[in-house]
T-cell receptor, first 114, second 113 residues
Framework: AQSVTQLGSHVSVSEGALVLLRCNYS??????LFWYVQYPNQGLQLLLK??????LVKGINGFEAEFKKSETSFHLTKPSAHMSDAAEYFC????????????FGKGNQVVVIP | GAGVSQSPSNKVTEKGKDVELRCDPI?????LYWYRQRLGQGLEFLIY????????KSGLPSDRFSAERTGESVSTLTIQRTQQEDSAVYLC???????????FGSGTRLTVV
């Protein structure tokens, strides 16, 4: 069974500073990996995904993430935070073969300080 | 439709009443998922449909919870004899190709008083 660890439920970042959200997973087989963002009172929106191929993936709104198999990690970064990045971010994982069910981390609530 | 639609968006119900939550997935999406999101917590898997069949019901927390899907389209999640711990946002998602990820609806916020 796969699981996802996101440390630090709340993350504060200054406007213009680097955003770094950490995600580590445990999976018995190479996984699919996803990051989702949730704005207040909305559903989750896909930011980016890794399935196969290039390990550095770029997503919407200037975010990117790198799959590191040796570290079982898929950390999310953005070079310069904007006020509009304030939201909750979820990392999710699923094995390439199996029940197609995504397992989500507990999420990071990002607060952007002006 | 253009996106995943859930109704109602908000529901307040008295403890012990039954509720039905509806999900309209994106047309043509064969897979449909229900998740629950409690305040301050991550997403908890409830059930997964492939077509009209539910190969994975393992996340349903008790026999008070049930779900069905008809016409490979609309799904209904039913909670009988609601309890206060059922208060949460219930999210529905659909997908065609799993590698593309899920498309989520905006959720139904259920409050049991």
């Amino acid at each position: 069974a796969q699981s996802v660890t996101q440390l630090g439920s709340h993350v504060s970042v200054s406007e213009g500073a680097l955003v770094l959200l950490r995600c580590n997973y445990s999976s018995s087989v190479p996984p699919y990996l996803f990051w989702y963002v949730q704005y207040p009172n909305q559903g989750l929106q896909l930011l980016l995904k890794y399935t196969t191929g290039a390990t550095l993936v770029k997503g919407i709104n200037g975010f990117e993430a790198e799959f590191k198999k040796s570290e079982t990690s898929f950390h999310l970064t953005k070079p310069s935070a904007h006020m509009s990045d304030a939201a909750e971010y979820f990392c999710a994982v699923s094995p390439l073969y199996g029940n197609n069910r995504l397992a989500f981390g507990k999420g990071n609530q990002v607060v952007v300080i002006p | 439709g253009a996106g995943v639609s859930q109704s109602p968006s908000n529901k307040v119900t008295e403890k012990g009443k039954d509720v039905e939550l509806r999900c309209d997935p994106i047309s043509g999406h064969t897979a449909l998922y229900w998740y629950r999101q409690r305040l301050g917590q991550g997403l908890e898997f409830l059930i997964y449909f492939q077509g009209n069949s539910a190969p994975d019901k393992s996340g349903l927390p008790s026999d008070r919870f049930s779900a069905e899907r008809t016409g490979e389209s609309v799904s209904t999640l039913t909670i009988q004899r609601t309890q206060q711990e059922d208060s949460a946002v219930y999210l529905c998602a659909s997908s065609l190709i799993f590698a593309d990820g899920y498309t989520f609806g905006s959720g139904t916020r259920l409050t049991v008083v």
